[in-house]
Every structure is written in C-alpha cells, then in structure tokens.
C-alpha cells in the first residue's frame, strides 16, 4: 500500500509516500545501503525513485 500525500514547501510541491508491507529483507538491504552511502534511508529511498523513475534524455527508451 503506498499513501501518497501533497504538501507544499518553499512553493515547491512535494508528496510524501508511505509504503507499508515492505519485506525485512528489502529494508535492512535499504539501511545498508543507505549506510554506504553515508546518507539516511529517506534520503537513500528517493533517490532509488529518482534514479528508477526520471529518465534522461540520454535514457528515454523503457527498460522493458
């Protein structure tokens, strides 16, 4: 389940994400890798989104 919710800042608008039944194993590998990183799992989250989901003008073609 993800809740996805609005909210504005510096009048940029943002939404929050909540995603609920996440397997242990997927967490703790998020947190470790987070970790790695050296930033916060909600930091490590969006940028797993980021990277998955906005594509470049290099990369426009679907990956499936």
Known sequence: VVIMQNTFVEAFE???LIVRNV???VANALKVQARRHGISVEAEHRRILEQALIRTKKNLSPRF
């Open 23 to 25: 397997d242990n194993n």
């Open 14 to 16: 943002m939404a929050s």
